[in-house]
């Protein structure tokens, strides 16, 4: 077992881009709560792109190495990350997204190098056939899988037939969110939002997952002046969501504020929050939403039924149906009582079961069987044939 000058053992956690996406905000998170027990590093393919989640580690004082991939398939990353695994010698390497086509090789190489891997959407999504054709190889002799929800871990059994990989749910830092009401309304003032209007928020990236032309054309059916939308998040979409927001006259009451530091703040000023995604795994948004005091409106798919009751911590709707989506806000709107309800359910959830200090432990939890088990060979993963 190869440990650090300090005596721990060395967590290496590799992921394409340490941007700002939920992976990476989740694998920030969870290597500052790890660096109390390991000595953690994090990997990424891409060069740097100045991401919040790249401050928080170097914050946090860990170190971060990138090794400059172009786009596309980059056949230098393969003697790269070789390189890489020389210099840091890490105990464990834990993976992220679509960096295993790249890492196997080294792997293979290193019999006694434990791996773990989270798969942070539904199996089949989250891929190309190329990135399945190699996980199908490496969770069957080589990488432990773990899965952000049971929705994700049956997925990967289904898809892989395997037995169900453990399940660890994403956490937030649920303090951070807590609800502020002295927040409101300086935050509304700062950005001219009438303090008796009603604040539709949608956070994440606009790309089509998200489906936020659907949100768009709830919000333009609703047809209340009192109403006002904001879109928090950056993407490719976001040139198709101006361009119809334009098209539907909503210049005034549609808001699209791009990428945003202050994300605890906008949720405080705003009444209700809308994700109405096409497929997750286990979304951070969500999470931060219900910690921040918010009614949600949320589509029923991959994980989301695993973090809300239907009319209790939030309002579940098919996805893809904008007609349940205008009902859905309709009935936010209307009711204080249901909008409040929702709310202290939600906050009671959140900061029971979305922490942080929650999915750091079961890491440490499932990081410690395996470096138990690490004076011989790593176990391979029970497989279940049909």
Partial sequence: MTHSISGRPRILHILPVIGHAGAEQMTANLLVGLSRSYDVGALGLYDSVNSSTEKTLKQAGLPIWFLGKHPGFDARMFPRIDRALRETQPTLVHTHLSVLRYLLPSLIRRPALIAVHTVHSLAERETDLLGRLVRRFAFDRRVRPVAVSRAVAHSVSRLYNL??????????????????????????????????AFLFIATGRLEAPKNPLLVLRAFHELNNERCQLMFVGDGPLRPQVEEQVQLLGLE???????????????????????????????PLGLMEAMASGLPVIVTCVGGVPELIDHRRHGLLIPPGDCDALRSAMQSLLDSS??????????????????????????????????????????????VARS
């Avoid at 937030?172 to 700062?190: E, G, H, I, M, Y």
């Fill in 252 to 282: 005034k009451r549609v808001h699209i504020f791009g990428r945003r530091t202050d994300i605890p703040e906008c949720l405080a000023a705003s009444d209700a929050f809308v994700l109405c995604s096409d497929w997750e795994g286990n």
């Fill in 163 to 196: 037995a169900e990989p453990p399940t660890i749910p994403n956490g937030v830092p649920v303090s951070t969110f807590r609800f502020d009401p002295a927040a409101r309304p300086l935050w509304r003032k700062a950005h001219n939002f009438d303090n008796d």
């Fill in 337 to 382: 009582e249901l909008r409040e309800s929702i709310c202290r359910a939600a906050i009671r959830r959140a900061q029971t079961e979305f922490t942080l200090e929650r999915m750091v432990e079961s890491y440490d939890r499932l990081y410690q069987h395996l470096l138990e088990q690490s004076t011989t060979r790593l176990t391979p993963m029970a």
